[in-house]
């Protein structure tokens, strides 16, 4: 893999004064409801850019553009891409920015004003053609698993993701079994694909500067999608078992789950859930599958 920053024209990426001058021009000040931090430092968004592997041929979908850091130093690489904003203000100023800072990228920006989690092919036509694309992204705190589980779920062909969320948020998305952060995104995530923490970020490179640390994880899925069915039952599963996780599977599971299922997918019913991988969370779902089909 090419390292960008060995190829790419050096763009001049926003820093501190350039965010707090645009904020000020256009009116915007951070604000909670939207988990608003913004980067303030261009190594940084580099670096993610670096750690996603965009290159000039990538399609990216970034959410939560902002005030445009890490966007340009997507555009930056010749990446073509699409930057869903919520917050309307934010969304009309960005085009300003990119013509002011990086003129000959605005042709490979689109934008769009809405909320990542109504987001679908229909609403986003540029990702509808089944070709693969990455989401690059600075995701709210308070929204990022939410959006991600979403976006995995209505895309097939989102190949990876590289993010920034909070330090914790990335704990739990990267755990595996017996870990004790190890939880219900930690399982869900990993019926897609594979996350690792690739790296942390301080609070120093951001305006406000958050009460926490944040971390990269980076995601790969899987090459063979599998049957929507299976992962519906298989995500009830998961749900009813880390809704109440300090109990045996047996107990915890006992309205779902016939005795026998335990049994034909091979897990002892005493384990609890937070012991299991998500390949076994499927195999109790096949088998579950199994018994009402001899039942009927």
Same mark, same amino acid.
């Given at each position: 893999?090419? $390292?960008?920053?060995?190829?790419?024209?050096? &763009?001049?990426?926003?820093?501190?004064?350039?965010?707090?001058?645009?904020? $000020?021009?256009?009116?915007?000040?951070?604000?909670?409801?939207?988990?608003?931090?913004?980067?303030?430092?261009?190594?940084?968004?580099?670096?993610?850019?670096?750690?996603?592997?965009?290159?000039? +041929?990538?399609?990216?979908?970034?959410?939560?553009?902002?005030?445009?850091?890490?966007?340009?130093?997507?555009?930056?690489?010749?990446?073509?891409?699409?930057?869903?904003?919520? $917050?309307?203000?934010?969304?009309?100023?960005?085009?300003?920015?990119?013509?002011?800072?990086?003129?000959?990228?605005?042709?490979?920006?689109?934008?769009?004003?809405?909320?990542?989690?109504?987001?679908?092919?229909?609403?986003?036509?540029?990702?509808?053609?089944?070709?693969?694309?990455?989401?690059?992204?600075?995701?709210?705190?308070?929204?990022?698993?939410?959006?991600?589980?979403?976006?995995?779920?209505?895309? +097939?062909?989102?190949?990876?993701?590289?993010?920034?969320?909070?330090?914790?948020?990335?704990?739990?998305?990267?755990?595996?079994?017996?870990?004790?952060?190890?939880?219900?995104?930690?399982?869900?995530?990993?019926?897609?694909?594979? &996350?690792?923490?690739?790296?942390?970020?301080?609070?120093?490179?951001?305006?406000?500067?958050?009460?926490?640390?944040?971390?990269?994880?980076?995601?790969?899925?899987?090459?063979?999608?599998?049957?929507?069915?299976?992962?519906?039952?298989?995500?009830?599963?998961?749900?009813?078992?880390?809704?109440?996780?300090?109990?045996?599977?047996?107990? &915890?599971?006992?309205?779902?789950?016939? &005795?026998?299922?335990?049994?034909?997918?091979?897990?002892?019913?005493?384990?609890?859930?937070?012991?299991?991988?998500?390949?076994?969370?499927?195999?109790?779902?096949?088998?579950?599958?199994?018994?009402?089909?001899?039942?009927?």
């Amino acid at each position: 893999m090419t $390292d960008i920053s060995d190829t790419a024209p050096t &763009a001049h990426l926003l820093g501190a004064a350039d965010i707090r001058r645009i904020a $000020d021009e256009a009116g915007v000040s951070p604000t909670k409801k939207f988990g608003q931090n913004f980067v303030i430092d261009p190594g940084t968004v580099r670096r993610i850019v670096r750690e996603a592997h965009v290159e000039a +041929d990538t399609h990216v979908l970034e959410v939560g553009p902002g005030l445009g850091s890490l966007t340009l130093a997507i555009l930056e690489t010749g990446a073509t891409m699409t930057a869903v904003e919520i $917050d309307p203000p934010l969304a009309e100023r960005l085009p300003n920015t990119v013509a002011e800072f990086m003129p000959d990228a605005s042709k490979r920006l689109s934008i769009v004003n809405r909320d990542a989690l109504t987001v679908d092919p229909a609403t986003l036509p540029e990702f509808a053609d089944g070709k693969p694309f990455t989401l690059v992204a600075n995701l709210p705190y308070n929204v990022a698993t939410p959006i991600l589980l979403t976006l995995l779920e209505r895309f +097939d062909n989102l190949d990876s993701f590289l993010v920034m969320v909070q330090k914790e948020v990335a704990d739990r998305l990267a755990a595996t079994p017996g870990n004790k952060i190890y939880g219900t995104p930690s399982v869900k995530l990993a019926w897609y694909g594979e &996350a690792k923490r690739v790296g942390t970020i301080g609070r120093n490179v951001f305006w406000p500067a958050p009460n926490v640390d944040s971390a990269l994880v980076h995601f790969q899925r899987f090459g063979t999608p599998r049957p929507q069915e299976l992962r519906e039952r298989t995500f009830s599963l998961i749900d009813a078992a880390f809704g109440q996780r300090r109990k045996t599977l047996h107990a &915890a599971l006992k309205k779902i789950v016939p &005795a026998e299922a335990f049994e034909a997918a091979g897990i002892d019913p005493t384990r609890r859930g937070e012991t299991l991988t998500i390949d076994e969370f499927v195999a109790l779902a096949t088998a579950m599958e199994g018994n009402e089909g001899k039942r009927s």
